[in-house]
């Protein structure tokens, strides 16, 4: 998290020193040909995206104690604020008082996960994501390790349908969900204990949750997202 925040306050930094004026995007997606123009266009995208990472972020628990928690959230809401009125002398100012309570915070250890034996085919795939999932976790980007938990899934059950099969379901229907291809498997006579059925239905429905827009954004906790990585490493194992 401290690696994160301090990556995001940089950008911010080297955005609020590049736009001059209004800090907002304006008239969006209209192609400049002067430099200044673009260059200035693209630091006040970046203003915004990494405001609105910013936003996003859970602080507690993350390397920090409550206090530097509490300090941070409060912050970043006077930031929102100041950024909303274009105030940029009065942002900067909130960002060199953002570094100094960053340098306070704990590096958290990173997450580590150990895959299960897994066949050579997929196993490059799934170890990348797993290592992204490791970054995705020590950083609390909850949501982010749900979908990649999903996304293992996926891979593994159409390894799966392959070795069943020999054939590539992927080319006939590439859009299929985790439901249907276990359905599928089924029909392949490939059998699985209902513990495991339920493991990977229940990883998919905090996915879908975690992707698909809602009423309400679903942001998955620490725990569950803890949960979800076990579950997969499970399945994967009584997989192959």
């Given amino acids: 998290?401290?690696?994160?925040l301090t990556n995001l306050i940089d950008r911010m930094s080297a955005s609020l020193?590049?736009?001059?004026?209004?800090?907002?995007?304006?008239?969006?997606?209209?192609p400049y040909v002067d430099f200044k123009q673009s260059r200035e266009l693209f630091y006040?995208?970046?203003?915004?995206?990494?405001?609105d990472e910013l936003r996003s972020l859970r602080l507690?628990?993350?390397?920090?104690?409550?206090?530097?928690?509490?300090?941070?959230a409060s912050l970043i809401k006077q930031l929102h604020q100041d950024y909303q009125e274009n105030r940029r002398v009065l942002m900067i100012d909130?960002?060199?008082?953002?570094k100094d309570v960053i340098s306070r915070m704990k590096e958290t250890e990173l997450f580590r996960i150990q895959l299960p034996s897994l066949p050579d085919e997929v196993a490059g795939e799934i170890h990348a994501d797993a290592r992204e999932i490791e970054r995705c976790f020590s950083s609390g980007s909850y949501r982010s390790v749900t979908i990649l938990c999903g996304r293992i899934l996926e891979v593994a059950l159409h390894r799966k349908y392959y070795e069943a099969t020999g054939q590539d379901i992927l080319e006939t229907q590439p859009g299929i969900?985790?439901?249907?291809?276990?359905?599928k498997l089924?029909?392949?006579?490939?059998?699985?204990?209902?513990?495991?059925?339920?493991q990977i239905h229940l990883i998919n429905q905090v996915r879908v949750s975690s992707v698909h827009k809602k009423a309400e954004v679903f942001h998955p906790s620490k725990e569950q997202a803890h949960a979800?990585?076990?579950?997969?490493?499970?399945?994967l194992g009584k997989l192959f």
Wanted: no cysteine.
């Fill in 1 to 4: 998290m401290k690696r994160r």
């Fill in 60 to 72: 507690e628990g993350q390397g920090s104690d409550e206090e530097v928690a509490s300090e941070l």
């Fill in 177 to 183: 969900g985790l439901g249907k291809l276990i359905a």
């Fill in 44 to 51: 006040k995208k970046d203003l915004r995206n990494v405001m």
């Fill in 228 to 235: 979800m990585v076990l579950y997969t490493v499970d399945v």
């Fill in 94 to 98: 909130v960002v060199a008082r953002m």
């Fill in 186 to 198: 089924k029909e392949k006579q490939v059998s699985f204990d209902p513990g495991l059925t339920e």
């Fill in 17 to 30: 020193n590049a736009v001059d004026g209004d800090l907002q995007v304006s008239e969006e997606g209209k």
